[in-house]
């Protein structure tokens, strides 16, 4: 079955450590995202990538560090830098961009305490 | 710029009709909704382009006022399983614009 995987599901790290989400899509497709969702927020993009080896930061990439080394995965890297990194990750791929649906993995709950 | 959605929050009886608003301060290219149950990801609903048709589904189906910069989803003789909270996701029509901004959400709570 095509779609993305996350892992892990639930993550917890001690606060002052860096810290690598991982995100993989055998779905083929070009364009990758990470988003970040808080209560009450919605969804805001951390980084997006529409070809490998190629990434533009979004709204919120302060703390925050990507590669696509590879089409299929697109790893997410919580640095120390970012200052309140408790929050539900979200990974999306799309077959392009604008006009095309985004479709999500089930996510990474991350903790830092 | 993230756009507004209205209401933030409503509640429904099986078999109710609802109407969630999108609305934009910037030209739209297209405009997504998805809707999402707690703790799930996002379910991509539809998508609605520039100088495309209103589109749905039986009982799901949104509109895109291009010129005022609004979308609106219609969801009728609602069913239990339509609860969720339901995201706007907005393109702009700039040049290389490429983003999809999120609405911070309408939370629809359907009761028998």
């Known amino acids: 079955d095509g779609g993305i995987t996350q892992s892990p599901k639930y993550l917890f790290r001690k606060e002052g450590q860096n810290v690598t989400l991982s995100c993989e899509q055998n779905?083929?497709?070009?364009?990758m995202y990470w988003y970040r969702q808080d209560p009450g927020q919605g969804l805001r993009l951390i980084y997006y990538?529409?070809?490998?080896?190629?990434?533009q930061k979004g709204d919120i990439a302060e703390g925050y560090s990507v590669s696509r080394e590879k089409k299929e995965s697109f790893p997410l890297t919580v640095t120390s830098a970012q200052k309140n990194p408790t929050a539900f990750y979200l990974c999306?791929?799309?077959?392009?961009?604008?006009?095309?649906?985004?479709?999500f993995g089930p996510g990474t709950r991350l903790t830092v305490l | 710029q993230q756009p507004v959605q209205s209401p933030q929050a409503v509640i429904l009886r099986e078999g109710e009709d609802a109407v969630i608003n999108c609305s934009s301060s910037?030209?739209?290219?297209?405009v997504h909704w998805y809707r999402q149950k707690h703790g799930e990801a996002p379910v991509f609903l539809m998508i609605?382009?520039?100088?495309?048709e209103q589109k749905g589904h039986e009982k799901i189906s949104a509109s895109f006022n291009e010129k005022k910069q609004q979308s609106s989803l219609y969801l009728t003789a609602s069913q239990l399983s339509y609860s969720g909270t339901y995201f706007c996701?907005?393109?702009?029509?700039?040049?290389?614009?490429?983003?999809?901004?999120f609405g911070k959400g309408t939370k629809l709570s359907v009761i028998p």
């Open positions: 990538s529409q070809i490998v080896n190629d990434f």
């Open positions: 779905l083929n497709h070009d364009a």
């Open positions: 996701g907005t393109v702009g029509s700039g040049a290389g614009s490429y983003q999809l901004t």
């Open positions: 609605l382009l520039k100088g495309g």
């Open positions: 910037k030209a739209l290219y297209s």
């Open positions: 999306a791929s799309s077959p392009g961009q604008s006009g095309y649906e985004q479709f």
